[in-house]
């Protein structure tokens, strides 16, 4: 087990990479001791999207209380800490390198190492940290060889982690991600943003049958597919609205949004599933990890362990969307790897998860 071979740390994270300004303290990359973040969805939501502009200036409002908060929250100081983890890509460039600055700020005045962590790695470690009540009787550690599925706004990734910061990424997204898909078909059924809770929400009253949207197969690849899903959904609304008004584009049309979300919500957690169980079996993965904000969504977490006949570990709900300590977590493994980041490192606003060593 990783926590017996390897020297207890407390790892500061701060992640500014898209719209949530975040600072967590995690204690031997399971225990978090705080874990502050500072939405910004609300702003965003009358854009419909995030503004990236509204963004970077928003984080650097917060980002100081942010981290005092993380601090103070933990009843610790920055000297009690042994490292401090910063998210370094990919994200939006304005909004990462207030995080990235701010992280180099303390590691300068601190003397205490600074490490630089990408995005989806930290949410590949977010299934290692244990529940709020967990203290007493931890949960096991996920066990390697592992198959991840890391499925979130900007990424769909099937990626084989052999050990410890070992990836092989078998495949992902030709188009939309994931949590793309659901944010693009809320807004066009008129649900708004952040899309994924808003259709979970929807379709809890729909049938998931009610339309049959097409999956992507891909056979032969580990790739994911979601933006003909998309259009279909777009189609079946534009048919829909002709059908029952006067054309296509008739606004006055009550739609079936339960129905239609339900049927896009099956359709995308259907292949997800079927192709991560078919993954795991052929690279003979022992346990499966699920990762990202979409595996906030019920459906994904109750059909992906029901078919799974091994261990499927999925991060807390508090932890699936962006949030500090799961960069604190990914910081604490490389940290007791004995990696450290160079001071004048810069922000990676686009990196590929390929090129993760
Ligand atoms: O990981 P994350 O917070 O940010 C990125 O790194 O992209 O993921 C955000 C994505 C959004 O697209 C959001 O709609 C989706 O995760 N999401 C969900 C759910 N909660 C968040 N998708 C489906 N069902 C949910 N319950
Ligand atoms: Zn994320």
């Known amino acids: 087990m990783t926590e017996k071979t390897f020297p207890p740390a407390r790892i500061l994270g701060i992640e500014t990479s898209c719209d949530e300004t975040a600072a967590a303290v995690v204690e031997d990359g399971r225990r978090v001791l705080s874990n502050v973040v500072a939405s910004q ?3 965003h939501a009358k854009y419909g999207g995030v503004f990236p502009e509204v963004a970077s200036r928003q984080h650097i409002r ?7 908060e993380a601090l ?7 000297d009690d800490v042994d490292a401090i983890a910063v998210t370094r890509g ?18 300068l005045g601190s003397g205490k190492p600074l490490i630089g962590i990408h995005h989806l790695e930290g949410h ?4 290692w940290i244990l529940e709020k009540d967990q203290d007493d009787n931890p949960s096991p550690e996920p066990e390697f060889p592992l198959l991840a599925l890391l499925v979130s706004g900007g990424h769909s990734e099937l990626i084989l982690m052999t050990d410890h910061l070992t990836y092989e990424r078998l495949g992902g997204t030709l188009d939309d991600a994931a949590g793309e898909a659901f944010d693009k078909v809320a807004r066009l059924l008129g649900l708004g943003y952040p899309g994924g809770p808003k259709i979970q929400k929807a379709a809890e009253d729909g049938d998931p049958t009610a339309f049959k949207f097409p999956r992507a197969w891909l056979e032969g690849t ?11 959904v777009l189609h079946q609304v534009r048919q829909l609205r002709a059908e ?10 009550e739609l079936p949004v339960a129905d239609l979300a339900a049927s896009f919500q099956m359709a995308v957690v259907d292949v997800l599933v079927t192709k991560s169980r078919f993954a795991a079996q052929e690279f003979s993965a022992k346990e499966l990890l699920v990762a990202g904000g979409v595996s906030a969504n019920t459906l994904l977490r109750e059909m992906i362990v029901r078919d799974t006949p091994g261990a499927v570990h999925i991060p807390p709900l508090y932890l699936c969307t962006d949030n500090a300590a799961m960069i604190a977590a990914a910081g604490y493994f490389r940290y007791v790897h004995g990696q ?17 060593v």
């Open 90 to 107: 990919p994200g939006l460039p304005g909004s990462l390198v207030v995080g990235v600055n701010a992280a180099k700020g303390l590691a």
């Open 124 to 127: 590949l470690y977010s299934p």
């Open 244 to 253: 029952l008004g006067e054309d296509e584009n008739d606004q006055s049309v």
């Open 340 to 356: 450290r980041s160079d001071l004048n490192f810069d922000a990676m606003p686009t990196w590929p998860i390929s090129e993760l």
């Open 41 to 43: 969805a609300e702003m």
């Open 62 to 68: 917060t980002i100081y209380s942010v981290i005092e």
């Open 72 to 78: 103070s929250q933990a009843h610790l100081s920055l």
């Open 222 to 232: 580990w790739d994911f597919s979601f933006s003909g899903l998309k259009t279909a």
